[in-house]
Structure formats: C-alpha cells, structure tokens
C-alpha cells in the first residue's frame, strides 16, 4: 500500500524568518551578558536553534538533548525518557530551553522537571510553535512564536516519521492512501 501525503503551506520561510527575529529580539534583550545555555531538544528543533543563535549577539552556550517517548505512533504516551543527555552542569546556570512544538505539553514537562532538579539559577522555555487544543499538563512559554491549530505539521525541522524535516517551509499535512 502506498500513500501521497497532500502538503499545505501554513507558513511560508519568510514568515518564519521574521518570527525567529522577534523571538531573537526578546531573547538577546532578556539576556544580554548572562552567559545562558540554550539547551535544543533534538531532533525537532535543530534548524530553529541554528537560526536562532545566529540572531543573537552576546556569548551563550548551546547543548542538545534527546527524548523519546515509550510506544510508538503520533501521539505522545505520557512516558517520556532522555535518550540523550547533557554534558554541561545545570547547575547556577541561565538555561533557556528550544523547542520546536508543544503539544500535549508532556515532553517538555517531563524535560523542564528534569532540569529544575538540577537547580539552574533560571529555566525558560522558547517553542517555535504551541497546539494548546491539545494540552494534557500545563506549560508556561515565555518565548512563543506560532499559534498552531490541532493539525499535524512538518517542515522546518518537523518531521512526520522522519520524513519532510528539509522543508524551508511549515506546512500540514494530510495523508491520503491511493
Ligand atoms: P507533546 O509531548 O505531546 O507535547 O509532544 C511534543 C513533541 O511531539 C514535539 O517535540 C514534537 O517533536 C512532536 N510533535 C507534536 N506535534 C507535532 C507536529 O505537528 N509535527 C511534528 N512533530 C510534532
Ligand atoms: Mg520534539
């Protein structure tokens, strides 16, 4: 069985582009000479955070970190594991966590736990795109740059099983079998 995904554009690279420089704007005046350590959730927000670092303007540090839901499929299972962990000390530190979308909000409930028990000096949290019609456990997002309806997206750094990450553009998809 085959099947031809239907892609629509919901935000083209421009729009994207000017997003990221608002959030880098917000960024780069809440921590301008604090030395932060950006930490990127992997895979989904690689190319935000290669964006956004470019569009800020004092030293930072950055780091990834890997996570992975138990049971396979779409949606989250609510148990969440660090596939990859940190190499650099939390601790004391300004940790400014880069996501890519929140969505039932157990990924990074799960990761902002994990992080506040190893007692930075302050944790935020950056996402490039929220789905709050889907939310299980409240999130606080103190960098936000999309609203997004309940539709599943790719592009960007998105992926749908690993597929269309490349895209310059955010887009929904829709799979239709043939
Ligand atoms: P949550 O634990 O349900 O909030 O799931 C968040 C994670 O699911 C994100 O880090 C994404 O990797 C993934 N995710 C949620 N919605 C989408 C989507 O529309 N496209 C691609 N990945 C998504
Ligand atoms: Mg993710």
Redesign the pocket.
Same mark, same amino acid.
């Given at each position: 069985m085959s099947s031809q995904p239907n892609l629509q554009v919901l935000f083209r690279r421009e729009e994207i582009a000017a997003t990221v420089e608002r959030l880098a704007a917000e960024i780069r005046q809440d921590y301008q000479g604090r030395h932060p350590l950006l930490i990127g #959730?992997l &895979?989904?927000?690689f190319i935000f955070m290669a964006d956004l670092v470019r569009r800020l303007n004092f030293p930072l540090e950055v780091e990834f970190i890997r =996570?992975s839901?138990y049971g396979r499929g779409?949606?989250?299972s609510?148990k969440?594991k660090l596939v990859q962990g940190l190499r650099s000390e939390v601790k004391g530190r300004d940790v400014l966590v880069i996501?890519?979308?929140?969505?039932?909000? =157990?990924? #990074?409930? $799960?990761l902002l736990d994990y992080l506040r028990k190893r007692k930075p000096a302050s944790l935020k949290l950056c996402a490039l795109?929220d &789905?709050p019609s889907?939310?299980?456990v409240p +999130?606080a997002i103190d960098y936000l740059g999309f609203t +997004?309806p309940d &539709? $599943? =997206? +790719?592009g960007y750094g =998105?992926?749908?099983d690993e597929q269309f990450r490349y895209l310059p553009d955010i887009s929904v +998809?829709e799979v239709k079998a043939d």
């Open positions: #959730i &895979k989904g927000s =996570l839901s779409r949606a989250s609510g969440v996501e890519d979308i929140v969505d039932s909000g =157990l990924t #990074i409930a $799960f795109a &789905k889907c939310r299980q +999130v +997004v &539709k $599943f =997206l +790719v =998105l992926d749908r +998809v």
